[in-house]
């Protein structure tokens, strides 16, 4: 069997990345430029850094705006299905407000 190749002038087209929508201001971007926030199936709420971890997730931009009003309007609430209370929302701001600082 002979095995055909491509013309050496052919060029393979750029790989299409996977986007998302950011939670906080509904727009889209690529997957890689956001932050995941996962609800486990245990039902506790956290960053993932690596976006591997099984669950529920969100993503947010990591910008302090984005975070901010996805926590205020209640959207993290609502894409997670889950209730957040004061406290929870304050550890979850201070992990992706970390996890933003290890991106950067």
Same mark, same amino acid.
């Given at each position: 069997?002979?095995?055909?190749?491509?013309?050496?002038?052919?060029?393979?087209? @750029?790989?299409?990345?996977?986007e998302?929508?950011?939670? *906080?201001?509904?727009?889209?971007?690529? &997957? %890689? =430029? #956001?932050? /995941?926030?996962?609800?486990?199936?245990?039902?506790?709420?956290?960053?993932?850094?690596?976006?591997?971890?099984?669950?529920?997730g969100?993503?947010?931009?990591?910008? @302090?705006?984005?975070?901010?009003?996805?926590?205020?309007? *209640?959207?993290?609430?609502?894409?997670? &299905? %889950? =209730? #957040?209370? /004061?406290?929870?929302?304050?550890?979850?701001?201070?992990?992706?407000?970390?996890?933003?600082g290890?991106?950067?």
């Open positions: 069997m002979v095995r055909r190749r491509h013309p050496p002038d052919r060029v393979m087209p @750029a790989r299409r990345q996977p998302r929508t950011c939670v *906080g201001c509904r727009a889209k971007d690529r &997957k %890689a =430029t #956001l932050l /995941r926030v996962v609800r486990r199936p245990d039902g506790t709420v956290e960053a993932d850094p690596t976006g591997r971890v099984a669950g529920r969100a993503y947010v931009h990591p910008v @302090a705006g984005c975070l901010e009003r996805a926590a205020r309007t *209640g959207a993290l609430d609502r894409a997670l &299905k %889950a =209730t #957040l209370g /004061r406290a929870e929302a304050a550890r979850l701001m201070h992990d992706l407000m970390m996890a933003r290890e991106m950067a």
